[in-house]
């Protein structure tokens, strides 16, 4: 890892492990270029690969066509309205309303470790793991610095991007556009892959050419969201998860954001991303100054795959902070699909009994505990307990619950109030809506400004001192719909556009507030399931419920589009009751566990009353959990098949990084007539250590197989480049887990 500035061609050089990242300062203007970004090089002039020498756009010679010039540079930055007429970076407006902006290189500083994001969640480091370059633009004559960030962590092919904008002017400025990176390429025939999907169905992969013009994915939600994740990434045309060249880029953000892609005239691609610039503006006063999210660059030349395991050991080596971030989690069972709103603490200690007899460790209660809360339509933002419900109160239950030998988890909706609740009666004004029109509801619900500091001081107390009340050990934090109507009671008509970025710095406030005065708590964060399963929310909550859809064949899509940025670790996962409440479909509850046992692990249903043939497997699958999870949490994630591409058949490991363990699913989702067998080949194992397979139990998998070899010892560079043979099951929706172990 190594950060410099050479002065012979005025360039900086980023180098991670494999890769280099280089940026030019060119032309007697002194503009920022991006010269290359992939496999790392030697500190050789590589400015020529901005083109800047190549008629017709010679800069020096032709001050005629200079908007030519501006039109094809590949700008570190670019600015909007001095001609070039891609998609910009920043647009400012000044007092007259002029916005165009031309940003000189001024000055530099590299030095160790990383600064932090004012109150933005972003990766962090030490002067011993991290290296920070930051580069000062001004534009003299709008008075305006931008100063650009790149951190890079040891081991680590990432860089981590953010933009400064400082408004010198001695006059108010208006920030209309302020993107956290924008990358140019040359002259490539890229395909993308960007995340989409829907309540229940999110994070679909979506693979498409780049095309000509701006193409481009957004939230305007307030969120996030489950439409669309701030994540892309550009492959080459025949690369897939284990081969071939891919950048991928992911914001640390959980609210609105655009990020785009685009081919222009001359075959340049240009990438950005940043907070969506629709419904944005921030009034930045003199002196003042704007930070935007980070967004994270990964470059890999080893597919799809590499570009995942470095986003992994990123996100979990510098971006999660939580003391569970290499723990393992205590196994849950949340009532929500067991009893949605109708339960008491009978039913919850009988649950808990039960569970906890299964080897269950802890007792996750859900919506429904507070206030008038007895369906969807009412009591929001009353965080008090229904004693009625609850006979006894909150302590009785909780020390109930601990009694059994289980922890004791509770669920809040922080950012909501319901029309008919106690809270909205007594403070209107503190739900977003437009005075003197009906906001439009969704699923009978408002939200609360948070832009507002006595709100979320309000619903911090109110959550505080529910906490405070009982040994409340973990929290998940829901949120249920999206923002519109949006009006604040306290923001003035020139910082309404600052709105959607003010609620999500309030959401941030509120999450560090808490976890800093309940430093042990472990925090999920969930939004109608994966809404707003972001980087951002992982710098506060080690895992993320990653959707309601808990159905085991549903969730292999699901899983897998995660999977392509975040770590399993993080991953929210649950084995639930057939039929599946989302699709209605039928999967055996061995392969619900399977699948589960990729994220954090847990249950989803009523205990008490699920077919005695399935608890019976709690216990075991309870040990499957304890015997596999540090490999899943730590170890480095490789996929093997894909149901989203074949549609019937799924596969992925996880090496420990020592290379001593692995641990393969499989899932054949559709049971093929005639078929014995499928190939699959491992990866990430030690070639010249030896392997032995075992099946879950423990049992030998080679047993009664012939051609594995008479010691059943095989390399890893046999199973690497030969592979194995999975062996189908009876019937659809069949799984199987491989553990594969160094021999003695
Ligand atoms: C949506 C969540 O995703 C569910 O898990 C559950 O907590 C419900 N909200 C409760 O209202």
Redo the contacts with the bound molecule.
Sequence with gaps: MNIKYIESTRSFKIDTVHTSYVMGVVDKEGFLGHAYYGRLIPDDDVNYLMRVFEPPFTPEKNERDRLSFYDCFPFEYPTHGIGDFRESALRIEDEGGHAANKLIYKSHEIFKGKKKLPGLPATFGDEKDSMTLEITMEDKEAGIEVVLSYSIFEGIDAVARSAKVVNRSGRKVKLTKAMSTSFDMDDRDFDKITLYGTWAREKAIDRTPVAYGSQSICSKRGISSAQHHPFICLLEKNADYNKGEVYGQDLVYSGNFRTSVGRSQYDSVRLMTGINPEDFSWALGDGEEFYTPEAVLVYSSEGLGGMSRTFHDLYRQHLIRSPYRSKKRPILI?N??AT?FNFDEKKLIAIADCASKAGIEMLVM???WFGNRFD?NRALGDWDVNEEKLKGGLKYLVDEVNKRGMKFGI?F?PEMVCPDSDLYRAHPDWAIQIQGRKPGLA?NQMVLDFTREEVTDYIYNKVASILKSANIEYV?W?M?RPLCDLGSAELPAERMGEFFHRYTLGVYRLQERLITDFPNLLLEN????G?RYDAGMLYYSPQI?A??DTDAIERLKIQEGNELIFPLSSMGAHVSDCPNHTVGRTTPFRTRGHVALAGTFGY?LDVTKIPEEDRELIPEQVKMYHRFNDIVREGDYYRLASFSENGDFDSWMCVSKDKNEALITAVTVMKRPNVKSRNVKLFGLDPDKKYCLFKEDGSDYTDGMTGYGTDRKISGRTLMNAGIQICEGWGDFQSLLIHVKAAK
């Design positions: 949340n929500w699909e949605y859900d919506d429904g969807d669920w909706e699923r998940k829901d249920n969930c939004s109608s399931g809404g419920w959707s309601d989803e």
